[in-house]
């Protein structure tokens, strides 16, 4: 998803994932977000490969110095420092969406230094809410789905309970 975002602030982004028809949806959720005041966090360093493989060449660049041709597959480590420093004044954190492609081990660190914060943080009382099928994928990965406050594979539905609308499943319980 951040790579939607980078380049609808004008970013270069190699061969990196893009919803092209998201772009003016991007720049209107941060637009929004900056009338309103709100800090828009998206990283400052990425790791980007040659191609989408587990055995792909690799290096950190800034989200500046994205080559052409190459593609966005985790954070970066200054990225995870700043989220990891966010995260601790928090308390509560949904999280919805690994931070990379995690099921390629060159390409985990970013997700699974995240989620080893949100379990540290879980025993001094911080809710940690893991949200959606590749979220819970990844902490159990990490082996740490144990330390989670709440995991569910239900992350569209999570998120669209957040937004206040209505899930089928509930409203059928409530007018039963």
């Known amino acids: ?17 893009v919803e092209e028809d998201k772009l003016d949806l991007a720049r209107q959720l941060m637009e929004s977000a900056k009338s309103r005041g709100i800090e828009f966090y998206l990283p400052k ?14 290096k ?14 985790d954070i970066g480590p200054e990225s995870v ?19 990379g492609v995690f099921e390629f081990d060159k390409f ?6 995240v989620a080893q914060v949100l379990a540290s943080l879980t025993p001094k009382g911080v809710a940690t809410i893991i949200g959606g099928g590749d979220s819970v994928a990844a902490v159990e990965k990490a082996g ?10 239900g992350g569209g539905a999570s998120l669209e309970l ?4 209505a899930l089928p499943g ?7």
Not at 1 to 17: N, P
Not at 89 to 99: A, E, R, V
Not at 144 to 153: F, N, P, Q, V, W
Request: glycine share 8%; net charge negative; with cysteine.
């Open 144 to 153: 740490l789905a144990d330390k989670m406050s709440h995991i569910s594979t």
């Open 170 to 176: 509930v409203a059928c319980l409530d007018s039963a």
């Open 81 to 99: 420092k700043e989220i990891n420093s966010l995260l601790s004044d928090c308390k509560t954190i949904i999280w919805n969406g690994p931070m």
């Open 162 to 165: 957040l937004e206040g609308r």
């Open 1 to 17: 998803m951040i790579f939607s975002f980078l380049k609808a602030k004008g970013y270069e982004v190699g061969s990196s994932l």
């Open 60 to 73: 950190v660049v800034s989200i500046e110095e994205i080559p052409s041709g190459w593609m966005g597959l």
């Open 45 to 58: 360093d990425v790791v980007v490969a040659d191609k989408f493989a587990a055995d792909a060449e690799s």
């Open 108 to 113: 985990a660190a970013g997700t699974l230094q």
